[in-house]
Each structure stands twice: as C-alpha cells, then as structure tokens.
C-alpha cells in the first residue's frame, strides 16, 4: 500500500507599500515550530502576488508617475534585516520583482513580475526552523495607490529531530 504525504496547509499575509519606505512584517509562525521536540515548518511552495491596496484591481501605469517605470521588491526571510537583502542570503525563502512602466497616461506598456527564488526548485522546499518570517516590500517610486503584496505558502509540519533542526537554525545565518 502506498503511503500517504502529510497533508499540506496554506499561510497568508498580506503587505502593504508605503510610499518608498521599505514595510516590513513577520508572519508568526511559531505554533508550527518546536526546535526541542525536532518539529520545523517544511515550506513546499511560495506565491507573491501584487494588487492595488484600495481595490484589490491589478496593477496598472496610472498608479504611478507619467512615463515612468516601476519596481517593486518583494521578499520573505526567516531572519530580519534594515534592507532588501540579494537572493544569495541563506534566510531567504522567496524573492520577487513586479516591473510596470506606463507611456504617461493609463496604458501600462510593459508589465512583468519575476519570482527569483521558489521553495518548489528545492529537492524537498525550504525547511524553516525560525518562529517567523520576515515579509518586505519595497517600491521605487511614490504611488498614487498603494499596493497590496500577498505572500502564500504551501506548509507541511515535519519532525526531524532536535539535532537537525538545530543544524537547520544554524544553517539560515551562514
């Protein structure tokens, strides 16, 4: 008989641009972390979407200044920094870029989102041992409407001992 995975759950947060400072949140996570009884969150999957804040609508040209492009940072950690950290930091679970630029009126010329790093190019995802995930955004330009990021995360819990979760804590500062 074959056996059966665990199942899997989904964790959502939303974050909000202000203006061009950097927003950060944490997304508590420390009811499905035990680091002493060897239990970590294994995060198999990550979704970044953008959306207007007002209305929940896309992202279009006339949000931002005339003949301009946009750019917005978006990234989850299970560490907390002042900035945007590269993808090359070990905490980083997923990272993404929305770029618009407009033609100086409502007609967005150009819309592309990148998602650099995905747990699902992991051989088994992202094995979080941390309490809680750090969850920034970051826009280039000042809005006219702000914009809503949402971070999801397919979750399993998984035990793999108090050693191994350890070494997965130590491993995210390295």
């Known amino acids: 008989m074959a056996r059966r995975s665990k199942p ?3 964790l959502r947060q939303d974050v909000t641009t202000d203006d061009t400072t950097q927003v950060q949140e944490v997304m508590d996570i420390s009811s499905f972390v035990d680091v002493p009884n060897g239990e970590v969150l294994l995060i198999k999957r990550a979704w970044i979407n953008y959306c207007d804040a007002s209305a929940g609508h896309g992202v279009i040209a006339s949000m931002f200044a005339a003949s301009s492009g946009l750019c917005i940072s978006a990234s989850a950690c299970t560490r907390t920094f002042a900035q945007m950290q590269s993808s090359a930091e070990p905490s980083t679970i ?8 407009g033609d100086g009126g409502q007609d967005t010329t150009f819309y592309r989102e990148d998602t650099l790093l995905e747990p699902a190019q992991f ?6 041992a941390s309490s809680g995930i750090t969850l920034s955004v970051d826009s280039s330009l000042a809005l006219s409407t702000e914009i809503k990021v949402s ?3 397919e979750c399993q819990q998984v035990k793999i001992g108090e050693a191994a979760a350890l070494a997965k804590i130590v491993s995210l500062t390295q």
């Open 8 to 10: 899997t759950f989904l």
């Open 94 to 101: 997923t990272k993404g870029y929305l770029h618009v630029h």
């Open 123 to 128: 051989e088994d995802g992202f094995y979080c």
């Open 151 to 153: 971070f999801i995360f």
